[in-house]
């Protein structure tokens, strides 16, 4: 009874021990990351993760394929609504916009603060298409994108790339974390 006694109170201070250890690499607690994988059409995952000051997003964008129209440019948009169930991209409702402007209203990327949040596109430029097997890849900062607030917050939405006519191609819903 001793010894059990003795080894359960060795595991519980070994255990006390350890988890009183900081975890190496681990990212700011004040830090949110987030992530829209796209699976269907288009394949590749965009990033979010808000820098350590909470001043601005750093946007990753990675596709692999899907991008195919040579001649055109994509425009690409965070969305009110996350993407239902039926796949639909079409019931993603508007461009995230709690500042109030419009969908369609114009984006100068050189006064950004006049852009709707969500138009990512319009801040940073479109995606251009590409031959299948390369990778588009596109990093930038945006301080626009909001992470607490329910009516601002990037969280719960999707991601809406439009074909160069402006309808919509692909949509991902953005979740919490990194992509699996």
């Known amino acids: 009874m001793n010894m059990l006694l003795s080894i359960l109170v060795l595991l519980l201070s070994s255990t006390l021990l350890t988890s009183s250890l900081p975890v190496p690499d681990s ?3 004040s830090t949110h990351i987030a992530y829209a994988q796209f699976t269907g059409v288009v394949t590749g ?3 979010f993760r808000e820098d350590g000051s909470q001043t ?3 946007v ?4 692999y394929s899907g991008l195919t129209n040579l001649t055109g440019q994509y425009a690409y948009h965070i969305h009110q609504y996350p993407v239902p169930n039926s796949g639909d ?3 993603t409702g508007g461009h995230l916009s709690p500042s109030g402007y419009p969908d369609g209203a114009p984006c100068d990327p050189n006064i950004p603060n006049l852009c709707q949040e969500g ?5 940073h430029g479109k995606l251009p298409g590409f031959p299948s097997g390369q990778i588009l890849y596109r990093q930038y900062q945006d301080p626009y ?3 607490v607030n329910p009516t601002d917050t990037i969280f719960g939405r999707s991601v809406v790339i439009h074909y160069p006519n402006g309808t919509r191609y692909a949509c991902a819903n953005i979740y919490a974390g990194y992509p699996e």
Do not use: A, Y
Not at 60 to 63: A, D, G, K, S
Not at 119 to 123: C, T
């Open 89 to 91: 991209c079409n019931l």
């Open 27 to 29: 990212p700011n607690p």
């Open 45 to 47: 995952t965009i990033n």
């Open 56 to 58: 601005f997003t750093n």
């Open 145 to 147: 994108l909001k992470w």
């Open 119 to 123: 138009d990512l596109s319009g801040k």
């Open 60 to 63: 990753i964008v990675q596709l």
